[in-house]
């Protein structure tokens, strides 16, 4: 086990991605146990075969790929300026109300900060708002995206702790929802201090005709969500239709054709790829854990050496933090569902509320050095340097983080909506 996790450190300080680090420790391992490599070759392609509800994460990418794509960002931002510009900090709160209304749609923060990113810093720069703020705001409203449904974290969470797919989802959209109003709050006074610049609120007549250029946009959130609260469809069948639908308006939009397509296979593919390598490689690594009962040892030491569930999720939520903010979201997932949920459930916390709790610390982690992979993103869109972006984006990480403890020690906002609807 010593040599698994030295090998696996040494590699990930080397730069090597994750999933090779991850595969290459452990057949070191099966070698050294003299256990066949074949195991290696079966767990990683039964992790992705064998699981239906796995089918949904490319198509989620795909639908996410399609309308950054085929001007349905920009239709949605035009249309939360026109509803919220007003307001003191007034591109601040479009940029959050937008990034909500995407949430419904793609189910990455990736997907946001790219996409709809671009055309919100473009217009609060042409607006006159200061880049450090415009910046931050973005990368900070773009986590919301994998807490309301569809969520790709949420997925993986789910088939890894064996949580019901459709109850996380729907219990993402009141925290989601809290989320931006908090921020929200937070910009309207970092505003009315900085004196930002605000729209005159616009006319009805405006405002209809921007809800009826956007309103074909605006129904995909309504159709995916609507029909896994009705039970229409599974989520599996939700992102096969995001897509088609997507594609439906890219085309009417006239701004996907035929000939792009290949082009959007191939972007979904590069993504595709890169996460089902990461659930392959976690997935032998996982089990190499199991064997060596390294969750039964990490709960042992917690019911050994803490009595108190709050002692227990503070830890919990401090390593999470933690691991946040130098490894990739899907491979945190993937490595430590299996770790964290047997403990979580020996402290008495529900799959579905510890599920948000886990996503939204490893989302904090996107806008955290030293991987911080929105901050990236936007510096790559805006070509500021990446220290800056970190240093304007701490007030919300605080924010956030207090949030997220909000959560933690409120579990009803969580678990409310979905045990409304009886899920």
Same mark, same amino acid.
């Not at 099966?30 to 767990?43: C, G, N, P, V």
């Not at 945190?332 to 599920?355: C, E, M, N, Q, S």
């Given at each position: 086990?010593?040599?698994?996790? +030295?090998?696996?450190?040494?590699?990930?300080?080397?730069?090597?991605?994750?999933?090779?680090?991850?595969?290459?420790?452990?057949?070191?391992?099966?070698? *050294?146990?003299?256990?066949?490599?074949? #195991?290696?070759?079966?767990?990683?392609?039964?992790?992705?075969?064998?699981?239906?509800?796995?089918?949904?994460?490319?198509?989620?990418?795909?639908?996410?790929?399609?309308?950054?794509?085929?001007? #349905?960002?920009?239709?949605?931002?035009?249309?939360?300026?026109?509803? !919220?510009?007003? @307001?003191?900090?007034?591109?601040?709160?479009?940029?959050?109300?937008?990034?909500?209304?995407?949430?419904?749609?793609?189910?990455?923060?990736?997907?946001?900060?790219? %996409?709809?990113?671009?055309?919100?810093?473009?217009?609060?720069?042409?607006?006159?708002?200061?880049?450090?703020?415009?910046?931050? @705001?973005?990368?900070?409203?773009? @986590?919301?995206?994998?807490?309301?449904?569809?969520? !790709?974290?949420?997925?993986?969470?789910? !088939?890894?702790?064996?949580?019901?797919?459709?109850?996380?989802?729907? &219990?993402?959209?009141?925290?989601?929802?809290?989320?931006?109003?908090?921020? &929200?709050?937070?910009?309207?006074?970092?505003?009315?201090?900085?004196?930002?610049?605000?729209?005159?609120?616009? /006319?009805?007549?405006?405002?209809?005709?921007?809800?009826?250029?956007?309103?074909?946009?605006?129904?995909?959130?309504?159709? #995916?969500?609507?029909? =896994?609260?009705?039970?229409?469809?599974?989520?599996?069948?939700?992102? +096969?239709?995001?897509?088609?639908?997507?594609?439906?308006? %890219?085309?009417?939009?006239?701004?996907?054709?035929?000939?792009?397509?290949?082009?959007?296979?191939?972007?979904? &593919?590069?993504?595709?790829?890169?996460?089902?390598?990461?659930?392959?490689?976690?997935?032998?690594?996982?089990?190499?854990?199991?064997?060596? *009962?390294?969750? *039964?040892? +990490?709960?042992?030491?917690?019911?050994?050496?803490?009595?108190? *569930?709050?002692?227990?999720?503070?830890? $919990?939520?401090? =390593?999470?933090?933690?691991?946040?903010?130098?490894?990739?979201?899907?491979?945190?997932?993937?490595?430590?569902? /299996?770790?964290?949920?047997?403990?979580?459930?020996?402290?008495?916390?529900?799959?579905?509320?510890?599920? $948000?709790?886990?996503?939204?610390?490893?989302? +904090?982690?996107?806008?955290?050095?030293?991987?911080?992979?929105?901050?990236?993103?936007?510096?790559? !869109?805006?070509?500021?340097?990446?220290?800056? #972006?970190?240093? &304007?984006?701490?007030?919300?990480? @605080?924010?956030?983080?207090?949030?997220?403890?909000?959560?933690?020690?409120?579990?009803? $906002?969580?678990?409310?909506?979905?045990?409304?609807?009886?899920?």
């Amino acid at each position: 086990m010593t040599l698994l996790l +030295i090998i696996l450190v040494s590699l990930l300080m080397l730069g090597v991605p994750v999933s090779f680090a991850l595969i290459i420790s452990s057949v070191a391992y099966l070698i *050294q146990h003299d256990i066949s490599l074949f #195991i290696a070759i079966q767990r990683m392609t039964m992790s992705i075969g064998d699981s239906f509800t796995l089918i949904s994460v490319p198509f989620f990418i795909l639908a996410g790929v399609i309308m950054n794509t085929g001007g #349905i960002t920009e239709k949605i931002f035009n249309f939360a300026d026109k509803l !919220v510009g007003h @307001i003191t900090g007034g591109l601040g709160h479009a940029n959050i109300l937008a990034s909500i209304i995407f949430s419904g749609m793609s189910g990455t923060a990736i997907a946001d900060a790219g %996409g709809l990113g671009a055309i919100e810093l473009k217009a609060m720069k042409d607006a006159g708002y200061d880049e450090d703020f415009s910046l931050a @705001i973005t990368g900070a409203s773009s @986590i919301i995206g994998p807490i309301i449904p569809p969520s !790709v974290p949420a997925v993986l969470y789910a !088939v890894l702790a064996g949580a019901s797919v459709g109850k996380l989802f729907i &219990a993402g959209i009141v925290p989601g929802i809290i989320m931006g109003l908090i921020m &929200a709050v937070f910009v309207y006074f970092k505003s009315k201090n900085e004196d930002y610049p605000i729209h005159n609120r616009a /006319p009805l007549k405006e405002m209809f005709a921007s809800f009826k250029e956007s309103f074909w946009a605006l129904l995909t959130p309504v159709i #995916i969500i609507g029909g =896994l609260l009705g039970g229409i469809f599974t989520p599996t069948e939700a992102a +096969i239709i995001a897509v088609a639908y997507s594609l439906v308006l %890219g085309f009417c939009y006239n701004n996907v054709t035929i000939e792009r397509i290949p082009e959007l296979l191939k972007e979904t &593919a590069s993504h595709t790829v890169s996460v089902m390598l990461i659930v392959a490689g976690a997935s032998i690594f996982g089990w190499i854990l199991t064997i060596e *009962q390294v969750p *039964q040892l +990490i709960t042992n030491f917690f019911l050994t050496n803490i009595s108190s *569930q709050i002692a227990a999720i503070l830890l $919990i939520n401090l =390593l999470l933090l933690i691991v946040g903010t130098f490894m990739e979201t899907i491979a945190a997932i993937t490595i430590l569902t /299996p770790i964290l949920v047997p403990l979580a459930t020996t402290f008495g916390f529900d799959l579905t509320h510890f599920g $948000i709790i886990m996503i939204l610390n490893l989302m +904090i982690g996107l806008l955290t050095p030293p991987l911080g992979m929105v901050l990236y993103v936007l510096s790559s !869109v805006s070509k500021v340097p990446f220290e800056k #972006i970190v240093k &304007a984006s701490a007030p919300y990480v @605080i924010v956030l983080g207090l949030t997220l403890l909000l959560f933690t020690f409120v579990p009803q $906002i969580v678990l409310f909506l979905p045990n409304l609807l009886s899920m």
